[in-house]
């Protein structure tokens, strides 16, 4: 089992940075892919960015590719999600996501793929 905890949400301008973590326990966090979603209310969680286990490759959203980075370091079971360049729109709740993709995947991109998940961390950009 796995336990997810975000952090580093906030409130920030409208081309500003925020840098969010999220801390897994657990000796297994580098058998797990990884990845970041994020939801507003009366919307679908949305797929944002997704990494392998041991973080070689990456996979983004259209809309945050070139702003958003997710990395992950195994030796403190932490990924992160760094946001630049931040819009009104990217306000919503941003959550973490643990899950083994299927053999010849190297993650996952859809919500119902992932198997543990963290509480979520509120992002709120100022216009």
């Known amino acids: 089992q796995v336990q997810l905890v975000e952090s580093g949400g906030g409130l920030v301008q409208a081309g500003g940075s925020l840098r969010l973590s999220c801390a897994a326990s657990?000796?297994?966090?580098?058998?797990?892919?990884m990845g970041w979603f994020r939801q507003t209310p009366g919307k679908e969680r949305e797929f944002l960015a997704a990494?392998?286990?041991?973080?070689?490759?990456?996979y983004y959203l259209d809309s945050v590719k070139g702003r958003f980075t997710i990395s992950r370091d195994n030796a403190k079971n932490t990924v992160y999600l760094q946001m630049n360049s931040l819009k009104a729109e990217d306000t919503a709740v941003y959550y973490c996501?643990?899950?083994?993709?299927?053999?010849?995947?190297?993650?996952?991109?859809?919500?119902?793929?992932?198997?543990?998940w963290g509480q979520g961390t509120q992002v709120t950009v100022s216009s």
């Open positions: 657990g000796r297994t966090f580098g058998s797990y892919a």
């Open positions: 996501a643990a899950g083994r993709p299927p053999p010849g995947k190297y993650y996952n991109t859809g919500a119902n793929e992932y198997d543990y």
């Open positions: 990494i392998s286990r041991l973080g070689g490759r990456t």
